[in-house]
């Protein structure tokens, strides 16, 4: 089976630009989770959708930080805009509902905020 | 809330020794499950094993092996005769079964195994 694809895989911008990462899912699977990775730091939840719908976006900087998932299949994530903090990689991954479905990762956006 | 200590930041072997990486964890539910993933230098985050809380059987897979406990809340994970291809980072998560399940995860623990 395809895995979970994102794109780009690296970018460098500038504090106060925008940027938008892209995630495609496993077919099929109906969670998708954006999650950041500082250095040196386990993944940290951004957001977790179920099929269209949010269902945890606690820990999402909604100042600066939005996410859709229009037709609960693809995802976007977009900063706008970045600070030097949200330098990290984001992580975008894809399970079967429930709780005991293991998360399948994609590799991941290394952002770089100068 | 749920919480996942990794509390060794980075271990450093040579090939061949045995090398045990622990995980306690904090939960209030009595369902959940833990897991494992390995996230070599290329960066993907890779699936190795699940385990729910009703299921304290060890287990073996070829050189992994994991020990549940839930007595002490310990999910550790032993590589037996290590490979350098067993450096990465490797990460504990828990995730409860049922509701909003969000999963959570340790800080990690960086393997390095010299030839």
């Known amino acids: 089976e395809a895995g979970v694809a994102q794109s780009p895989r690296y970018k460098i911008i500038e504090k106060r630009q925008s940027v938008a990462f892209w995630c495609n899912p496993i077919?099929?699977?109906?969670?998708l989770y954006w999650y950041q990775q500082i250095l040196g730091q386990g993944p940290k939840l951004l957001i977790q959708?179920?099929?269209?719908?949010?269902?945890?976006d606690s820990q999402l900087p909604k100042d600066r930080f939005s996410a859709e998932r229009l037709k609960g299949v693809d995802s976007t994530l977009k900063i706008q805009p970045a600070k030097l903090e949200d330098s990290a990689v984001y992580l975008c991954?894809?399970?079967?509902?429930?709780?005991?479905?293991?998360?399948?990762f994609g590799n991941g956006t290394r952002l770089t905020v100068t | 809330a749920q919480k996942v200590t990794q509390a060794q930041t980075e271990i450093s072997v040579v090939e061949k020794e045995d090398v045990t990486l622990d995980c306690v964890y904090e939960?209030?539910?009595?369902?959940?499950?833990l897991f494992w993933y390995k996230q070599p230098p290329s960066g993907e985050l890779v699936f190795l094993i699940r385990?729910?809380?009703?299921?304290?059987q060890n287990e073996i897979s070829g050189r992994y092996s994991w020990n549940f406990q839930k007595s002490t809340s310990s999910f550790n994970f032993t590589i037996t005769a290590s490979q350098v291809v067993d450096s990465a980072v490797y990460f504990c998560?828990?995730?409860?079964?049922?509701?909003?399940?969000?999963?959570?995860f340790g800080r990690g623990t960086s393997l390095i195994v010299h030839p």
């Open positions: 991954a894809s399970s079967f509902p429930g709780g005991g479905s293991p998360l399948h």
């Open positions: 077919s099929g699977h109906a969670t």
């Open positions: 959708f179920q099929n269209n719908g949010v269902v945890d």
């Open positions: 939960t209030r539910d009595t369902t959940y499950y």
């Open positions: 385990r729910n809380s009703f299921d304290e």
């Open positions: 998560a828990l995730t409860r079964s049922g509701g909003s399940y969000i999963p959570t």
